[in-house]
């Protein structure tokens, strides 16, 4: 069935119809308790949902903040912003599994 609606209410249908629906991990964490849901499958490579960060080219976009792009990166990237994801939760369970790899980059 299309809603129209977002994640919240589709999965508030899904609870009241007693169907089946796709989600993202933090809307279900968050509204679990207020469901008659449980999870059937999780961990399927095939809906593996990547994030990504990439700085404008500041030849191309002279006016961005190409270091404050080029810093936020290399923490997001990081030891410490890998840490900083991993403990991101709700209910003590991680919403996101940090997976970058460190790349050593001159610095312009």
Same mark, same amino acid.
């Given at each position: %069935?299309?809603?129209? &609606?977002?994640?919240?209410q ?14 993202? %991990? ?5 509204? %679990?308790? =207020?469901?008659?849901? #449980?999870v059937?499958?999780?961990? *399927?490579? %095939?809906? +593996?949902? /990547?994030?990504?960060? $990439?700085?404008?080219? /500041?030849?191309?976009? /002279? ?21 900083? $994801?991993?403990? +991101? =939760? $709700?209910? *003590?369970? /991680?919403? +996101?599994?940090?997976?970058? #790899? &460190? #790349?050593?980059?001159? =610095?312009?």
């Amino acid at each position: %069935r299309a809603i129209g &609606q977002g994640m919240e209410q589709a999965l508030q249908m899904a609870s009241e119809v007693q169907g089946y629906t796709l989600t993202d %991990r933090g809307t279900w964490l968050a509204l %679990r308790r =207020k469901l008659d849901l #449980v999870v059937v499958s999780e961990g *399927d490579e %095939r809906l +593996f949902n /990547p994030y990504g960060v $990439i700085a404008v080219n /500041p030849a191309r976009y /002279p006016d961005v903040n190409y270091r404050g792009a080029m810093a936020l990166i290399d923490w997001l990237t990081g030891t410490r912003g890998q840490q900083a $994801i991993a403990s +991101f =939760k $709700i209910d *003590d369970e /991680p919403l +996101f599994v940090p997976t970058a #790899v &460190q #790349v050593h980059r001159a =610095k312009p």
